[in-house]
């Protein structure tokens, strides 16, 4: 049997067994920017507690250039995985949307939360239930003052909601990736869920106020901020206040997380709900934000039509509105009419180019009408703006694939599986690819 034989039978071996699947990760004070779901790489040196043991990353089953040819009449037989484009409408940010304080009480539910993380992953890697978690981050972060579904929301972000895919491990019980530096360094560990929690609130903590915690400090990096970072101990006030520090460059770090928090509170189709919306609409018929939230309802609801009717009507009261244009071209998508939906999604760029879920949701639509390249330039700009997103970069990969152009494609999707390991499309990409090597 010769190498390359063997290799192939590891493979397959591999994704039979499970082999394939590379510890996951998170993060610490200042990194590269993530979204959900996506790795993060840490750049606060300091003397982060590692507690995790001396953990090796799995070494990867595929190679970064495989040998051979590709068997081009077998690739043309192939489809390959793909994620699904962004499908959840947004509420409109208030005024004060950017001035959200760290420090607060709760507005979503801890229903509404356990709703959200359920929504987004089935089978979160955690160590207890989703609704223990909640519990926990609501009585931890009300102890110290910190709104906890926002803090949830960062948890949220940080782990790709806990589905992690890079240095930090699940059974770390670490939420926001304390003293992960990237390189493989792993970050703290904490024994249970409720000490992990407890020291992402502690570090939020440090930076929201000069308050010391009420309860014995966890947070490896906590002693850190107060030494080392005086300019920033409890000068830190909002959430977008985080940009650059938690996150490097994080230039929408702090809004991501505001915006998973609108996603939180975002209405049901229940007639409660509907009764609601009627409610706001009879008390401010002139106001774009009653229909948005109608809107909301009706999509919620699959009445598509009526969405689009309220998300129109929201338009024309604010026609400068990235979130209405959004929320409209979502409509027009679930309605099928494809091409007013991606000129939907042009208006609201051409106002705002940084909204990077309508530049995903763009070059979805573009490969579903074979314009590749145009796809390709709308999953770069994602990449701009969120360049941890495996997503964006396993759709490049695709683009490329089906303009035949393989070697392309195979480090488009190596690289997204460099990204994020636990993301399941550019695995299966390159194992569906590697089979069609010419043996």
């Given at each position: 049997?010769?190498?390359?034989?063997?290799f192939?039978?590891?493979?397959?071996?591999?994704?039979?067994?499970?082999?394939?699947?590379?510890?996951?990760a998170?993060?610490?004070?200042?990194?590269?920017?993530?979204s959900?779901?996506?790795?993060?790489v840490?750049?606060?040196?300091?003397?982060a507690?590692?507690?995790?043991?001396n953990l090796?990353?799995?070494?990867?089953?595929?190679p970064?250039?495989?040998?051979?040819?590709?068997?081009?009449?077998?690739?043309?037989?192939l489809?390959?995985?793909?994620?699904?484009?962004?499908?959840?409408?947004m509420?409109?940010?208030?005024?004060?949307?950017?001035?959200t304080?760290?420090?607060?009480p709760?507005?979503?539910t801890?229903?509404?939360?356990?709703?959200?993380?359920?929504?987004r992953?089935s089978?979160p890697l955690?160590?207890?239930?989703?609704?223990?978690?909640?519990?926990?981050?609501?009585e931890?972060?009300?102890?110290e003052?910190?709104?906890?579904?926002?803090?949830l929301?960062q948890?949220?972000?940080?782990?790709g909601?806990?589905?992690?895919?890079?240095?930090?491990?699940?059974?770390?019980n670490?939420y926001?990736?304390?003293?992960a530096t990237?390189?493989?360094?792993?970050g703290?560990?904490?024994s249970?869920p409720?000490?992990?929690?407890r020291?992402?609130?502690?570090?939020?903590?440090?930076y929201?106020?000069?308050?010391?915690?009420?309860t014995p400090?966890?947070d490896?990096?906590?002693?850190?901020?107060?030494?080392?970072?005086?300019?920033?101990?409890?000068?830190?006030q909002?959430w977008?206040?985080?940009?650059?520090?938690?996150a490097?460059?994080?230039?929408?770090?702090g809004?991501?997380i505001?915006?998973?928090w609108?996603?939180?509170?975002?209405?049901?189709?229940?007639?409660?709900?509907?009764?609601?919306?009627?409610?706001?609409?009879?008390?401010?018929?002139?106001?774009?934000e009653s229909?948005?939230?109608?809107?909301?309802?009706?999509?919620?609801?699959?009445?598509?039509?009526?969405?689009?009717?309220?998300?129109?009507?929201?338009?024309?009261?604010?026609?400068q509105?990235?979130?209405?244009?959004?929320d409209l071209?979502l409509?027009?998508?679930?309605?099928?009419?494809?091409?007013?939906?991606?000129?939907?999604?042009?208006?609201?760029?051409?106002?705002?180019?940084?909204?990077?879920?309508?530049?995903?949701?763009?070059?979805?639509?573009?490969?579903?009408?074979?314009?590749?390249?145009?796809?390709?330039?709308?999953?770069?700009?994602?990449?701009?703006r969120n360049?941890?997103?495996?997503?964006a970069?396993?759709?490049?990969?695709?683009?490329?694939?089906?303009?035949?152009k393989?070697?392309?494609?195979w480090d488009?999707?190596?690289?997204?599986h460099?990204i994020?390991s636990?993301?399941?499309?550019?695995?299966?990409?390159?194992?569906l690819?590697?089979?069609?090597?010419?043996k």
């Amino acid at each position: 049997m010769n190498k390359k034989t063997c290799f192939s039978l590891a493979v397959t071996c591999g994704l039979c067994f499970g082999i394939l699947q590379l510890p996951p990760a998170c993060a610490a004070d200042s990194r590269h920017d993530r979204s959900a779901g996506t790795t993060a790489v840490y750049t606060d040196r300091g003397d982060a507690k590692q507690s995790a043991g001396n953990l090796e990353k799995t070494t990867d089953a595929f190679p970064k250039k495989p040998s051979g040819k590709w068997d081009k009449r077998a690739m043309q037989k192939l489809t390959p995985s793909e994620p699904s484009a962004f499908r959840i409408p947004m509420l409109l940010p208030s005024e004060a949307h950017e001035q959200t304080t760290i420090l607060g009480p709760a507005a979503a539910t801890k229903e509404q939360m356990i709703r959200m993380i359920e929504k987004r992953n089935s089978k979160p890697l955690l160590n207890c239930s989703v609704k223990e978690l909640v519990q926990i981050y609501y009585e931890e972060a009300a102890r110290e003052g910190i709104r906890p579904d926002v803090a949830l929301c960062q948890a949220i972000k940080e782990t790709g909601t806990f589905q992690y895919g890079g240095d930090v491990l699940p059974e770390q019980n670490n939420y926001c990736g304390l003293g992960a530096t990237g390189n493989h360094v792993r970050g703290a560990s904490f024994s249970t869920p409720r000490l992990g929690a407890r020291a992402h609130i502690q570090h939020l903590l440090a930076y929201a106020s000069e308050r010391l915690p009420s309860t014995p400090i966890e947070d490896p990096r906590y002693q850190h901020i107060l030494k080392n970072r005086p300019e920033i101990h409890g000068r830190l006030q909002r959430w977008v206040d985080l940009n650059g520090v938690w996150a490097v460059p994080g230039t929408h770090y702090g809004q991501d997380i505001l915006q998973l928090w609108r996603e939180a509170r975002l209405p049901d189709g229940s007639d409660a709900s509907l009764q609601a919306a009627e409610k706001m609409i009879r008390e401010a018929p002139k106001d774009a934000e009653s229909y948005v939230y109608r809107g909301t309802v009706y999509y919620a609801q699959k009445n598509y039509w009526l969405a689009r009717m309220d998300f129109e009507q929201a338009l024309s009261l604010s026609e400068q509105s990235p979130t209405i244009l959004y929320d409209l071209a979502l409509s027009l998508e679930a309605l099928g009419k494809k091409e007013a939906a991606l000129e939907t999604y042009r208006r609201l760029l051409r106002l705002d180019n940084n909204f990077w879920q309508a530049s995903f949701n763009c070059g979805m639509l573009l490969i579903s009408q074979e314009k590749y390249k145009e796809a390709i330039r709308d999953f770069e700009n994602v990449l701009t703006r969120n360049p941890q997103m495996a997503d964006a970069q396993n759709e490049i990969g695709v683009a490329l694939f089906k303009m035949k152009k393989y070697n392309d494609a195979w480090d488009a999707f190596y690289r997204a599986h460099e990204i994020n390991s636990s993301n399941p499309h550019p695995k299966d990409n390159m194992a569906l690819m590697y089979r069609s090597l010419k043996k």
